[in-house]
């Protein structure tokens, strides 16, 4: 009995061990790591199982960000231990499987720079790899070399030529060398692995990729996703026996570099196995893409300069506002029936027109147009009077209002001050309370003399207008006429 009690405690022991654990393991990232399998939720966990160099580090949420937005750097993340990855009898290559997450976020959205590669190496430092269109991997000397024992699956958004590149957003298949064995754009297949779509690598999405090595056929495929599900079909398939370019223990990780352009290089997860299908990673469970800092500063920015400009049109608007306010004419009720109203400058400029319908120097009129006041009197003058009128009106108009309003334009533009009416009688003239003088003189003159004001203000404006010699104007209608009291039977000339 003794015995029966002892070990149910121990037991009960080991189980609330084994429960404790599991709720740990439950509440951290996944890491696994073995010599041949490894599968990361992140990085923030992976302790010594990862060994960075140059622009490489570890973000606070566990995402591993290869390189920042800094031109020309390098960044490399490899496994710490080496894998053996060939069988030391037949020296034959073991198929391998590997999934991972990544996304590229550019400095500017249309423009990459450069690039990123999963890559297995004989060394997790690459000595002598140069950035920028290198990747990471290579450099202009040893581009080619046999002896670099370097296998690399890129990731491309910028178009080399020194490399054939086919264009800006590809992937490639490198063996010792950035001359892709094999490329093709990006791309993944959707509605049920049937529809092959267009895939931007510079989208700033986390991408999913799948690189799988079957020894038993030496077949290479490549596959991407925008999802946590892997499509049937790869995008990029390709026969090759890998057994001479590899070592029989290799690296394997990811490089990564930027030139004049700069990009963010992200890896959110990844899994690895030989001998086997590796884990799909699920997005959802990945650590989230950084928010860009210049995307916060653009917003502040377009932020405050539309909050300074909104507040300048309004204060604008108000000064507006307070100045047409200011200088409104307001019509008290007792002004509305004694004597003249007021009228503003655009009132009296469309008023002006009334007759004639034209500005008082019309630039585009015929030589003995140009002035009004000149026109208006060569044709009053010469008893066509009615040729001025403005054609608009297609003769539906009272002529003796018409004769009246003309007869007192040419009396208010004498230059003479003494000789233009006043206000008051303009006003007792048009309500015809007093009769308009028969007298008119031309415009520039008065009391027999002429004067040079009026030629000073047209300027270099030309007149036809002469004003030597005025004849008689008189109305072909009946004397007895209200036209003819108006114009008078005979103008003395002057």
């Not at 990085?43 to 140059?54: A, M």
Request: proline share 4%.
């Amino acid at each position: 009995m003794f015995n029966l009690r002892f070990i149910a405690h121990v037991m009960a022991k080991r189980l609330i061990l084994i429960l404790c654990s599991l709720v740990l393991l439950f509440r951290s990232r996944t890491v696994f790591s073995q010599s041949d399998e490894f599968f990361y939720e992140g990085f923030k966990q992976v302790g010594q199982n990862i060994t960075l160099t140059g622009a490489a580090d570890i973000e606070h949420n566990g995402i591993l960000r290869l390189t920042n937005d800094t031109g020309k750097l390098l960044a490399h993340a490899f496994q710490s231990n080496s894998i053996q990855f060939k069988n030391k009898t037949t020296g034959k290559v073991f198929s391998f499987s590997t999934a991972f997450a990544f996304a590229m976020v550019p400095e500017f959205a249309t423009l990459g720079g450069h690039g990123m590669a999963f890559a297995i190496s004989r060394t997790k430092t690459i000595p002598g790899a140069l950035s920028r269109q290198y990747l990471g991997l290579v450099n202009a000397t040893d581009n080619g070399n046999f002896t670099n024992h370097i296998f690399a699956v890129e990731f491309d958004t910028v178009q080399d030529m020194e490399f054939n590149d086919m264009n800006d957003n590809h992937i490639g298949i490198d063996i010792n060398s950035l001359d892709s064995k094999a490329n093709v754009s990006a791309a993944y297949f959707t509605d049920g692995n049937s529809t092959l779509q267009p895939l931007n690598l510079k989208c700033g999405k986390t991408i999913q990729a799948w690189v799988d090595y079957d020894s038993t056929v030496n077949v290479l495929n490549v596959t991407l996703s925008l999802s946590s599900r892997k499509p049937i079909n790869s995008v990029l398939s390709f026969h090759v026996d890998l057994s001479p370019f590899f070592e029989d223990y290799m690296y394997v990780g990811f490089s990564a570099s930027t030139g004049l352009l700069s990009s963010s290089h992200y890896v959110s997860g990844w899994s690895f196995k030989m001998n086997g299908q590796a884990q799909s990673l699920d997005l959802s469970d990945m650590p989230s893409l950084p928010s860009s800092p210049k995307n916060h500063e653009g917003m502040i920015l377009g932020a405050s300069i539309s909050a300074v400009i909104f507040l300048v049109l309004a204060v604008l608007f108000a000064l507006y506002m307070v100045n047409r306010i200011k200088n409104m004419d307001v019509i008290e009720d007792w002004e509305r029936h004694v004597g003249p109203h007021r009228y503003s400058y655009k009132e009296l400029k469309q008023a002006t027109k009334v007759v004639c319908g034209r500005r008082p120097i019309e630039a585009k009129a015929l030589p003995e147009e140009l002035v009004l006041v000149d026109w208006v009197w060569d044709r009053w003058k010469k008893g066509t009077i009615f040729e001025v009128v403005d054609p608009k009106l297609v003769g539906h108009y009272d002529e003796v209002e018409v004769v009246i309003v003309l007869k007192l334009g040419l009396m208010c533009s004498n230059n003479a001050a003494d000789k233009r009416p006043t206000i008051r009688q303009v006003v007792r003239y048009l309500e015809e309370e007093a009769a308009v003088p028969d007298i008119v003189l031309a415009p520039d003159e008065h009391g027999g003399k002429k004067s040079g004001d009026f030629d000073d203000f047209v300027h270099s404006y030309p007149t036809s207008a002469n004003f030597g010699k005025l004849t008689a104007w008189s109305s072909e209608a009946n004397p007895a006429s209200p036209l003819s009291s108006v114009i008078g039977s005979s103008l003395p000339v002057r």
